[in-house]
């Protein structure tokens, strides 16, 4: 097994304060994923039963602070947006005139918004595209009907008048 690249007395005093520093558990497992090798000398594997991770992880993130240092450790999540159509200005391009229609007492239909939207990008998309696009933006009400598809007056009528009261 090859030697562990060394870590100077500067960044072991900097992790610490890395350590201190943290505001979630994934950056502060990460930043102590370092600082367990550059403190007590800990191997991979001791270092992933220490955090609870496998010695594969432990050395992806050592290796992610060798090439990027300190900035490698802090903030990096998983999440965001890999698949969209349109970023979020171009999205708010789309909606504007829709905005500006609401804004005056207008009710925003969501098949107009679809049109607009299936336009801008060239092909068409599933309805919930354009309602996960209104969410992001701050719509989130969806107008009930105004009666049930299956709703029968004569029915309604002659439930009143034999029911107990």
């Known amino acids: 097994m090859r030697p562990q690249r060394p870590i100077t007395k500067k960044a072991k005093v900097s992790l610490e304060d890395l350590l201190n520093k943290t505001k979630t558990k994934a950056d502060f497992q990460r930043v102590q994923c370092v ?74 239909v969501a098949n107009e918004v679809k049109q607009a939207y299936e336009q801008a990008i060239g092909r068409e998309v599933p309805k919930s595209t354009v309602y996960r696009m209104l969410a992001r933006h701050g719509w989130r009400k969806i107008a009930p009907r105004p009666r049930h598809p299956k709703a029968d007056k004569h029915r309604q009528e002659a439930f009143k008048k034999n029911c107990r009261k």
């Open 35 to 108: 600082w367990l090798r550059a403190e007590l000398g800990m191997d991979s594997t001791t270092v992933g039963k220490a955090v609870g991770w496998a010695p594969g992880t432990v050395k992806k993130v050592w290796s992610q602070y060798f090439s990027g240092g300190e900035a490698a450790l802090i903030g990096v999540g998983r999440g965001g947006r890999r698949r969209n159509n349109l970023n979020e200005d171009e999205e708010q391009r789309v909606l504007a005139p829709f905005f500006e229609k609401a804004s005056s007492g207008g009710v925003l």
